[in-house]
């Protein structure tokens, strides 16, 4: 089956529910994306798995992406051994309840992945058998891939590289620029 292909099954499996396909990446790395109701993100797994056209056995990846006010984004990564074909489904969570359903019971291998998502983007995932932290030390607070985590490190010693102009000695016009993730002097931490 083509990536077009697989989206449409999906959408077809998954009918009457209101899901989307796209189609991600190019030539042969190309893969049906779909895009499903929270609701509906348990059965679009199942589905994927069960039928017998996509057969989707194999459970590569999941994460997440901070969409910031949109919320986040859960993505899983499928593949059929037997039809050597791919498909990505993907989800929104709201940002103000970030939990979804756990697919652990669906496909074991999602266990490390939903802990993963846990611990460093903060989203729960009801019905997982052991949601503990997994790779941050103990009493790590926060979660580090979000956007508004705060990069201590940045933070701590100044950002390496060329110097910003209107750095050096000899003056200049421009005013300094501060790296992504790095509060103004006074925002956050000792200044």
């Known amino acids: 089956m083509t990536a077009e292909e697989v989206g449409?099954?999906?959408?077809?499996?998954?009918?009457p529910v209101e899901v989307t396909a796209s189609v991600s990446g190019g030539q042969g790395y190309a893969r049906a994306t779909v895009?499903?109701?929270?609701?509906?993100?348990?059965?679009?797994?199942?589905?994927?798995?069960?039928?017998?056209?996509?057969?989707?056995?194999?459970?590569d990846w999941l994460s997440a992406v901070d969409e910031l006010a949109g919320g986040f984004d859960v993505v899983v990564h499928l593949w059929s051994v037997r039809h050597r074909h791919g498909v990505l489904l993907r989800t929104r969570v709201p940002r103000e309840?970030?939990?979804?359903?756990?697919?652990?019971?669906?496909?074991?291998?999602?266990?490390?992945?939903?802990?993963?998502?846990?611990?460093?983007?903060?989203?729960?995932?009801?019905?997982?058998?052991?949601?503990?932290?997994?790779?941050?030390?103990?009493?790590?607070?926060g979660h580090p891939l979000r956007k508004e985590f705060v990069l201590a490190s940045r933070v701590a010693k100044p950002w390496p590289g060329a110097k910003e102009p209107g750095e050096s000695a000899a003056g200049g016009g421009r005013r300094p620029i501060r790296p992504p993730g790095v509060p103004a002097p006074g925002e956050w931490g000792a200044s």
Do not use: K, N
């Open 35 to 59: 895009d499903v109701p929270l609701a509906s993100w348990r059965d679009a797994v199942r589905a994927v798995r069960d039928d017998a056209e996509l057969a989707c056995d194999f459970f």
């Open 97 to 141: 309840t970030p939990t979804l359903a756990s697919v652990v019971d669906i496909y074991p291998g999602a266990a490390w992945h939903e802990r993963e998502t846990y611990e460093m983007f903060g989203l729960g995932f009801d019905g997982h058998p052991d949601l503990r932290p997994l790779l941050l030390p103990p009493g790590f607070e």
């Open 8 to 15: 449409q099954r999906v959408v077809a499996l998954l009918a």
